[in-house]
């Protein structure tokens, strides 16, 4: 089993930035295809950002390309989404997510995760 714990979340103004981190216990980091998702009030959850296990493959919503960063310490366990040039609408709570499946191509799609952090709230002020 393993267990995703989110920290780093918080309140910013617009145009500030907040670095989230996902710490996950278990087997070897680097088994894990990773991602971020985010789910705002009233909305469904969305895809953020996933990384590959050797960190070599990145995909991103185009909402958040150029401004979010995805990036993994497999020594750590740990995966990172520095988030740059905030705005209101990137308020919501953010989970981090482990993908079991024995493929290269990080997914985007929440149903292809196995695993889920409790998530962590990030607001945003205008």
């Known amino acids: 089993q393993v267990q995703l714990v989110e920290s780093g979340g918080g309140l910013v103004q617009a145009g500030g930035s907040l670095r989230l981190s996902c710490t996950h216990s278990?087997?070897?980091?680097?088994?894990?295809?990773m991602g971020w998702f985010r789910q705002a009030p009233g909305k469904e959850r969305e895809f953020v950002a996933a990384?590959?296990?050797?960190?070599?493959?990145?995909r991103y919503a185009d909402s958040v390309k150029g401004r979010f960063t995805i990036s993994r310490d497999n020594a750590k366990n740990t995966v990172y989404l520095q988030m740059n040039s905030l705005k209101p609408e990137d308020t919501a709570d953010y989970y981090c997510?482990?993908?079991?499946?024995?493929?290269?191509?990080?997914?985007?799609?929440?149903?292809?995760?196995?695993?889920w952090g409790q998530g962590t709230q990030v607001t945003v002020s205008s």
């Open positions: 997510a482990a993908d079991s499946n024995m493929i290269t191509t990080p997914q985007t799609m929440a149903a292809e995760y196995d695993y």
């Open positions: 278990g087997r070897t980091g680097s088994r894990y295809l």
């Open positions: 990384l590959s296990r050797s960190g070599g493959i990145t």
